[in-house]
């Protein structure tokens, strides 16, 4: 029998989401618990670009706009509130060469190495694309199915008795 999943959105909170599901999936395979390879998920997303989601997108924010909460209590990895600040550590000077106009205030000595750091939301969208991308690898690495479904709208569900029925419609079609 297989399993199918959707997840409706494809921003910050299917992200994680879909990263969770995704270790969880190989911790039950490793104890021989599920076969990944019965396993079906489809992500739709209005938007092209899955990870960030509205508040983080990098077509939607100003290089003003910052995170409201500490770096190191964002990450989305299951047991690691502080992945999204070791991600900033590791690539902090490749977004600061690709976005220029916010960095010489958080590349600053007052501001790196504070107890609590808030940089600009697209860092942390990127963070979310990364994520989300290897959310997907690591899926397809397990025998997992995934369909990602950009430019598409869920605009229904219904119940059926043991399922649930999604109506689509895609964004530039109608």
């Known amino acids: 029998m297989r399993f199918r999943f959707a997840i409706v959105g494809g921003g910050l909170t299917a992200t994680a989401m879909l990263t969770h599901f995704v270790d969880r999936a190989r911790q039950a395979a490793h104890q021989a618990l599920v076969d990944p390879g019965l396993i079906e998920i489809q992500v739709f997303e209005k938007k092209d670009t899955f990870g960030p989601g509205f508040p983080h997108c990098d077509t939607v924010v100003l290089p003003f706009h910052i995170t409201n909460m500490c770096a190191e209590d964002m990450g989305i990895m299951p047991g690691r509130s502080d992945d999204f600040q070791r991600w900033l550590d ?11 106009e916010p960095c010489p205030h958080f590349s600053s ?8 750091n808030h940089y600009p939301r697209a860092f942390m969208g990127e963070y979310l694309k990364n994520r989300f991308h290897e959310a997907v690898e690591d899926a397809l690495a397990l025998g997992i199915q995934v369909d990602l ?10 119940e059926r008795e043991h399922s649930v029925r999604l109506t689509v419609k895609r964004i530039a079609s109608g």
């Open 90 to 100: 590791r690539n902090l000077q490749a977004l600061q060469k690709d976005r220029p």
């Open 109 to 116: 000595p007052d501001i790196i190495d504070r107890p609590c």
């Open 149 to 158: 479904y950009r430019g598409c709208e869920v605009t229904d569900l219904t």
